[in-house]
């Protein structure tokens, strides 16, 4: 499924965007969904979206629609990091490697202790999952699944899931792919380090916002 994706994707970037390197495409579609899931308050995106045509606005929608639809069928996923891997687009200077996905899912099983969750919820307090090398969010999409797979998607209010990349398009994909998952509606931070963009050392929080279904988002941009 994710072939598909990679396939829309990569005809944008032959056609309608020929003149964007690949790299710098997906960095701006990424921009461009964040920053309509945050509000529209980031005006210096806003800025860099005013760039494009209403044609290539309509086509990076396009793809956001085939996005979510691939969300609602294989919801905790991690799409966007198979997707960034699958076109080549990793950093190869940064040593960048995703884990699969089912191996990210092992691991949070073998981390997961229902109990302290359990303990926590009841003292009133959260238990925190902290990825301090994010990527594209699949550790902690992967401890989210097995919350909800075990105790049901109530529980996740129970939890604080945290991550920090040096990676700017990594920052972006970890935090669109937490809130299309309803995994960040309390305050969930998702930060940069480092000194692989012009944003250096900047920290990205999130606000507080309801969670978002899916099935209720009207895209356009």
Known sequence: MNSEFAKHFEKLAGSKFGHIHSWDLFREWLSAVWWMLDGGRDAERKQRL????????????????????????????????????????????????????????????MNFDESLLRQKAEAGEKMTVCDPACGSGAMLLAYGQVIHDKMGRDWLRHAEFYGMDIDERCVLMASIQLRMNGMDSFGRCMGMIGAMSEQEGQVVSLPEVPAITVGQLELSL
């Open 50 to 109: 005013d760039r494009y045509t209403a044609e290539q606005g309509a086509e990076l929608a396009g793809l956001l629609n085939e996005y979510c639809r691939m969300v609602e069928q294989r919801p905790f996923h991690d799409i966007l990091g198979d997707a960034f891997m699958e076109l080549d687009l990793a950093s190869v200077h940064a040593g960048q490697y995703f884990t699969p996905f089912h191996v990210c899912r092992m691991m949070a099983e």
